[in-house]
């Protein structure tokens, strides 16, 4: 099976984030942070529920405009109930895990909301120009 997605020229967030010369005015940062959560958000609603699992700024792509995309589902899951899940396994990058996946390995689509506050966090401290 394969995946295609469409060239996004802007490259990764994480790209952004460490590259010095990128200094987005507040609206640019702030139309980031809103596209990621309106993505999330339709992640959420769909029928089965998808949860990312692994959102961090290197799975966001942006495009020549800045506006993001949500991409790397590789640790993607599909849930037909609301309700919290509990793994076995714990997966993905632990700085964007909240403590109770690390602790309980209970998994929500709190895990991804937690994830956002901490990319938010990120693009927040940047310098803006």
């Not at 490259?11 to 507040?26: I, R």
């Not at 109930?81 to 714990?90: K, L």
């Amino acid at each position: 099976k394969i995946i295609c997605f469409e060239y996004l020229q802007g490259g990764s967030l994480d790209k952004c984030l460490c590259d010095h010369s990128f200094a987005p005015n507040w609206s640019t940062h702030y139309n980031i942070i809103k596209g990621i959560s309106e993505g999330l958000n339709f992640l959420h609603k769909c029928e089965p529920q998808v949860l990312h699992l692994d959102l961090k700024p290197a799975n966001i792509l942006l495009d020549c405009s800045m506006e993001p995309k949500v991409a790397d589902f590789g640790l993607s899951r599909l849930f037909t109930q609301s309700h919290a899940h509990v793994t076995e396994r714990i997966i993905g990058t632990q700085k964007y895990m909240p403590p109770e996946f690390i602790k309980d390995r209970i998994i929500s689509t709190k895990n991804d909301v937690f994830s956002l506050g901490v990319v938010m966090i990120e693009i927040m401290t940047r310098p803006a120009g």
